[in-house]
């Protein structure tokens, strides 16, 4: 069984369509993210979702929206897509110990990513 | 500024050398976690290890071994007797408490490459 999943797994679109990554996890756990992976490999995050609120968002453009509909998915639309949208975009979940700044933090499981090519 | 630094871009060694991977860290936090990942060829994201700040003793799992030395913030990585299925990117994470937002924030990574 996939702990984190992603689908789709390559998604090639022209600059200015809309689209969107769907990423569900079966470990039960509470805290769900997004990161982006450029073309030189570095990993930055762009959202963290904890039990369906919204905790980060890393000054990532408004034509991303993250979609946090339970606990166990959190989806990716993106408006109006551009050149250098073209990136991995990885989902990851955590289960983290409360209340939060508890100061204990949990490894974070990752997804097998979403190839995005934006021509 | 960048928290985790990767100084090494890529490393290549020959089958059964021993590597080791530098990861020096910045913080202001008195309570933090470090993490390694790996990413090989395949491309999915592997967790490795995760250390807290106030545990500095090393580890070893298998041919990994992991030194983390607060005097110097680093937290370094060794692959002994490597492999050829070790080539993969490497990286070195940073999580803080002052933030209260789990996330992790990425060194650049280090590509290996082993060698048969």
């Known amino acids: 069984d996939t702990a984190v999943s992603q689908t789709p797994k390559y998604l090639v679109t022209q600059m200015g369509n809309d689209k969107s990554i769907k990423c569900e996890q079966n470990?039960?756990?509470?805290?769900m993210y997004w990161y982006k992976q450029d073309s030189k490999k570095f990993l930055k995050i762009m959202f963290s979702y904890n039990n369906k609120e919204l905790i980060i968002n890393e000054t990532v453009p408004n034509r991303f929206s993250p979609k946090s509909p339970d606990k166990a998915h959190l989806n990716l639309h993106i408006n109006s897509l551009e050149l250098g949208d073209s990136a991995v975009y990885f989902c990851?979940?955590?289960?983290?110990?409360?209340?939060?700044?508890?100061?204990?933090?949990?490894?974070?499981?990752f997804g097998p990513g979403t190839r995005l090519t934006v021509t | 500024a960048q928290k985790v630094t990767q100084a090494q871009t890529e490393i290549s060694v020959v089958e059964k050398e021993d590597v080791t991977l530098d990861c020096v860290y910045e913080?202001?936090?008195?309570?933090?976690?470090l993490f390694w990942y790996k990413q090989p060829p395949s491309g999915e994201l592997v967790f490795l290890i995760r250390?807290?700040?106030?545990?500095?003793q090393n580890e070893i799992s298998g041919r990994y071994s992991w030194n983390f030395q607060k005097s110097t913030s680093s937290f370094n990585f060794t692959i002994t007797a490597s492999q050829v299925v070790d080539s993969a990117v490497y990286f070195c994470a940073l999580s803080e408490s002052l933030t209260n937002d789990y996330k992790l924030s990425f060194g650049a990574g280090t590509t290996v490459t082993v060698r048969a």
């Open positions: 250390r807290n700040s106030f545990d500095e």
């Open positions: 990851a979940s955590s289960q983290e110990f409360q209340p939060i700044g508890a100061g204990v933090k949990a490894e974070q499981y």
């Open positions: 470990l039960g756990h509470d805290t």
């Open positions: 913080t202001r936090d008195t309570t933090y976690y």
